[in-house]
């Protein structure tokens, strides 16, 4: 037993195990005295008899797998099976490649130097939640045989309060980053946010407020939901559902910001500006088209008022005598030359005029009997 476990197996090579515990375990296998052991509880072993041994040389061991957890195990390089929660015996030098949580998880990270549309690094605080996912989700895109290296091998479903299948905790465990699923899911989120922060510019995130500026809840939240998006669709490709994503905060340069508000301050005013010569040109117009139909009005009053007088001098003249009317016109025009001269400025020519040859009986046409004013007539007067 000693030349086996010394020169043989080499076994005191074995992490930090003591000889003691190397040979007692030999002892015990050996006459079936005792039986190795490990548990599996949130997500890790937790405890091991002998102490860390039989994770690192491997069975034949009992392994006891607590509820909502699951192990894949290798031998000689190969994946020989995947289980959930119950008892396993493992063969010799069966090892746990993964242990898998299967509860909900949810990492918190500051996602770093994401640019906007603009090339402004801002700086996120966020998380993201995440399982592996259940058979039903499963269910609802199989459609399909899968590969090898999809786990297609192993089509078996796990029981227990969670059910998944066991290709999906494959996935989890040799579709992902040697990081492991838990921080590939992290990762893609992280990629995701990158791309959809890219289609923003840095005036997007704020709104003013107070005379200041404010984060504007509702980008936020739309970011939110295109990255929750677009990581759900590839995140069953490692054997995960994304639960949720959260953004509590971001970052911008401060001197950004600044420069963001003097911006908005130039552009209220130029807008301001802008507004009031808008307002003052539609009231000019609006003065404008007062006093025009103003003028209208009054004009058209005094058309009205002229004319009425005209035809009633019409009709005067009709009912006189032809000699007084001539008598009459005769002194109306020389009142009119001779209030006309008056003026200093005003030369007064009547070359060849005889009013002898002055006809009056154009002024008698066009009135009607009763004197009244006709449409005709103020439009001709117009």
């Known amino acids: 037993m000693y030349i086996s476990s010394e020169w043989v197996l080499h076994m005191p090579e074995v992490g930090d195990l003591a000889r003691r515990d190397i040979i007692r375990l030999f002892l015990a296998i050996f006459f079936h005295t005792g039986r190795p052991y490990y548990i599996v509880e949130n997500g890790e072993i937790t405890q ?9 040389i ?84 199989l459609s399909r045989p899968l590969s090898e290296e999809e786990g297609g091998q192993f089509m078996g479903l796990i029981s227990g309060d969670y059910k998944v299948y066991q290709h999906t905790l494959y996935r989890a465990t040799y579709g992902t980053t040697a990081a492991g699923w838990r921080l590939t899911s992290q990762a893609a989120t992280e990629t995701q946010l990158l791309n959809v922060v890219r289609g923003y510019s840095l005036e997007d995130f704020y709104k003013l407020k107070d005379g200041g500026l404010t984060t504007d809840e509702s980008i936020i939240g739309e970011i939110v939901q295109k990255t929750l998006s677009r990581v759900s669709k590839i995140s069953p490709s490692w054997g995960v559902t994304i639960t949720g994503f959260k953004i509590s905060h971001f970052e911008a340069p401060e001197e950004m910001t600044d420069k963001l508000l003097e911006l908005w301050a130039a552009r209220y005013a130029q807008q301001r500006i802008r507004i009031e010569a808008e307002a003052e040109k539609a009231a000019t117009i609006l003065r404008g088209e007062g006093e025009a139909g103003a003028i209208t009005v009054r004009e058209l009053a005094r058309a009205e008022a002229q004319t009425r007088m005209v035809l009633a001098i019409r009709q005067g003249l009709a009912r006189m005598d032809p000699g007084q009317r001539e008598a009459l016109l005769r002194l109306r025009f020389y009142e009119a030359i ?45």
């Open 58 to 141: 491997g069975g034949p061991g009992l392994v006891i797998i607590k509820p909502y957890n699951a192990v894949v195990f290798e031998q000689g390089g190969r994946v020989t099976r995947i289980e959930g929660p119950g008892r396993v015996l493992t063969r010799f030098m069966e090892f746990p490649k993964e242990v898998l949580n299967l509860r909900k998880q949810w990492i918190s990270w500051t996602a770093e130097n994401v640019l906007t549309k603009d090339h402004i690094p801002l700086i996120f605080h966020c998380g993201v939640g995440f399982r592996i996912e259940a058979a039903k989700d499963t269910a609802k895109w």
């Open 48 to 56: 091991t008899k002998p102490k860390g041994l039989l994770p690192k």
């Open 338 to 382: 001779e209030k006309i001269a008056g003026d200093p400025a005003t030369k007064i020519l009547l070359p060849n005029f005889r009013f002898n040859d002055f006809d009056t009986s154009s002024l008698l046409q066009d009135s009607d009997s009763e004197g009244s004013v006709t449409d005709a007539q103020v439009e001709r007067f117009e």
